[in-house]
């Protein structure tokens, strides 16, 4: 059985950046698909980041330029590098692994990952 444990979050000023790190147990993340999620208060989760399992990526069009998703296999750990952060990027970010079919579409539904983590707290502000 796949965990997933995230770490990383905080609180932060707006224009810093903030590195998420995402460690897997129990099954390796090399040949899977794997994404970043994230929840602001009162709204649904949100598909910020997906990396498929043949190296394609996609990317929320409100972090296209400023988040970059990336794994180490050898630590079977993934990230979420995320730079010049804005107050709107606030919200709890989860990670997720194990999904099927075009990475666009599995970045838009968090119910297509069969696994994910609890998530960490991201706070954006002055």
């Known amino acids: 059985q796949l965990q997933l444990a995230e770490s990383g979050g905080g609180l932060v000023q707006p224009g810093g950046s903030l590195r998420l790190s995402c460690a897997a147990s129990g099954s390796p993340l090399e040949y899977t698909a794997i994404g970043w999620f994230r929840q602001a208060p009162g709204k649904a989760p949100e598909g910020v980041a997906c990396l498929s399992s043949d190296g394609s990526t996609y990317y929320a069009g409100a972090v296209q330029g400023r988040f970059t998703i990336s794994r180490d296999n050898g630590k079977n750990t993934m990230y979420l590098q995320m730079n010049s952060l804005k107050p709107e990027d606030t919200g709890v970010y989860s990670c997720?692994?194990?999904?099927?079919?075009?990475?666009?579409?599995?970045?838009?539904?968090?119910?297509?990952?069969?696994?994910w983590g609890q998530g960490t707290q991201v706070i954006v502000s002055a």
């Open positions: 997720v692994d194990d999904a099927a079919g075009a990475v666009q579409a599995m970045c838009r539904h968090r119910e297509r990952f069969s696994y």
